[in-house]
């Protein structure tokens, strides 16, 4: 099989390491391109000794767009729509895949609430698909720009997704409660971030608002317009990676015994070679780690309410291995190439 030109703009943030890291395994990717706004003309593996490569970083030339068949944006939410119409003038065909925000909503009304910035290209928002594979994986094959959805949505809507689409119209009302390791920020330097402040303590934030919150509401209605808006409160936890999401769900009729509401996840999820239905056992953060997984069960704790949990490496699942799987989906390659790597159990 013919090997894929590949670009990553803003190469050096959590999210474009962890992509390079993954597609440095890839029998079909040739990596052309690496930008990085704050390193520009200095050596990948000067910056990162471990990783083996002479490539040299450059800042963000839309013009390489002629040399790539594909490319990853990790960068800042209204950097990236800013980008992608210079890219698409240099090559209508190139599959461009964003790990920001830019392309995660269809009404720019939406996107421009939550983020409080003008979306520079809303015209090209109806050619984008939202890239949650296991939910939207047909439309996923049939188009060139894939939004990467955030990390805190994809572990709390792989959860949601079988009971939405099943008690549509049955449900009153939905609480999620996440919590996320320090990474979930960025590689960035803040005080709110620096060991000795988050070491040994636990911090809710986004309390009124979390711009993920939003996205993830969207996504909700997409599956059923007459579902409750989702109520979510995020925690920073004092670890590197990984996700944890409780949600819980309340109901306005009894419902089936806890056996038959995780059929919905096994028959749902049977096919997904990266979502783990847990027979006894309750997801760890530590089950996925380093791992494009996902990992839930279903708990009944009433009549009329069950507790979903859900963990995910944020920045493999939540990010970078998600674009990999969505890369893979559009070039017909298998899903799960180069994302086999098993978790890390210490």
């Known amino acids: 099989m013919k090997k894929i030109k590949v670009g990553i703009f803003g190469a050096t943030g959590y999210a474009g390491l962890n992509i390079f890291r ?3 395994n890839h029998p079909y990717v040739d990596l052309k391109y690496l930008s990085s706004r704050s390193y520009n003309g200095e050596s990948y593996k000067k910056l990162f000794p471990s990783f083996n490569t002479d490539i040299v970083l450059k800042t963000s030339d839309p013009e390489v767009a002629k040399d790539l068949d594909a490319c990853f944006i990790a960068l800042p939410a209204g950097e990236t729509s800013k980008f992608v119409t210079k890219l698409i ?5 190139i599959v461009i895949i964003d790990l920001g925000a830019d392309f995660r909503f269809k009404d720019k009304e939406i996107y421009e609430k939550t983020y409080g910035i003008e979306h520079s290209c809303p015209e090209i928002l109806k050619n984008s698909v939202y890239g949650l594979p296991e939910i939207n994986r047909e439309k996923i094959k049939r188009v060139k720009i894939i939004g990467n959805p955030g990390c805190y949505p994809t572990s709390i809507l792989l959860g949601l997704y079988p009971i939405i689409d099943r008690f549509k119209g049955s449900i009153e009302n939905i609480i999620a409660d996440s919590k996320s390791g320090v990474s979930g920020a960025g590689r960035k330097l803040s005080k709110d971030f620096l060991f000795c402040e988050v070491n040994e303590s636990v911090k809710p934030y986004g309390a009124k608002f979390h711009r993920h919150q939003p996205e993830m509401n969207d996504q909700i209605k997409l599956i059923s317009k007459d579902a409750p808006e ?6 920073l936890i ?12 309340f109901f306005k009729e009894d419902l089936p015994e806890e056996n038959e509401i995780k059929k919905l996840y096994y028959e749902k999820y049977r096919n997904e070679k990266f979502i783990q239905i847990l027979e006894n056992d309750l997801p760890t ?3 996925v780690r380093s791992s494009n997984l996902c990992a839930i069960n279903i708990c009944k704790t009433s009549n009329r309410v069950i507790k979903i949990f859900s963990a995910i490496d944020n920045l493999i699942k939540g990010a970078s291995g998600q674009a990999v799987q969505n890369l893979n989906i559009i070039f017909d390659f298998p899903e799960e190439l180069s994302l086999t790597t098993l978790p890390e159990v210490i």
């Not at 003038?89 to 065909?93: M, P, Q, S, V």
């Not at 989702?230 to 925690?235: A, E, K, Q, V």
Request: proline share 7%; aromatic share 10%; net charge neutral.
């Open 238 to 249: 004092p670890m590197q990676r990984g996700i944890l999401s409780t949600i819980y769900v």
């Open 285 to 287: 953060t530590g089950m």
């Open 22 to 24: 993954i597609l440095s």
């Open 230 to 235: 989702l109520i979510f409160t995020p925690h």
């Open 89 to 93: 003038e240099y090559n209508n065909n």
